[in-house]
C-alpha cells in the first residue's frame, strides 16, 4: 500500500469509530453533568468535554496510533456532531434542555441553609462563604436567596431585591 493509501484509507471500521466516539462523550458527558457540575466554574461541560476529546482524538490520529488520518477526522467529527446535537436538541425541546442543561439549585433561601441542597452538590459552609463574601455580602441574614447555577457559578440574591445602598 503507498503511504497516501495507508495516511487517507481508515484502517478501522467507520461504524467503529463512530460507536466509540459516541459511547465515550455521551458517557463523560453523563458524568461530568451529574457529579462535577460546581467545577466547571465558567467554562461550560460541554466545551470542556469536545476540547479534550478533540484534543485526544487528533493527538492520536496525528501519533500515528491510527495509520489513517481519516480516523482521527471522523472521530473528531463525531465529538462535534455529539455537542451540537446535544445543544439543537435542548435549544428545541424543554425535556431535553432539562438533561442537558439543568437548571440551579437553591442552596440558601431567605438566610437559611438548605443541607440538603448543600450535601447533593458536596458544597462546604466555608465555599458558601467564601461566594458571599465575593459578592460582598457579609451576614447570611442579608440573603434572599443564593443558586449554584448549572455551570456551577453561585448567584446571590440580597434580601432586599439586589438594591444596593450607595450612601
Known sequence: MSDWQR????????????????VI???????????????????GVTDLLVIVLIADAAQNGMSNDYTSITDGVLLVAVIIGWAYLLDLLAYRWPAVARIVQPGSLVLVRDGRVLRRNMRRELVTDDELYSQLRQQGVERLSD?????????????????DGGRRDRG
Request: glycine share 6%; no cysteine; charged share 25%.
Open 25 to 43: 462523550y455521551l458517557v463523560l458527558f453523563f458524568l461530568l453533568r451529574v457529579l462535577l457540575k460546581r467545577e466547571s466554574g465558567s467554562t
Open 7 to 22: 495516511l487517507l484509507v481508515p484502517d478501522t471500521p467507520l461504524w467503529e469509530i463512530a460507536l466509540r466516539g459516541s
Open 143 to 159: 440573603v434572599k436567596e443564593v443558586r449554584m447555577e448549572s455551570q456551577g457559578q453561585f448567584s446571590v440574591i440580597p434580601r
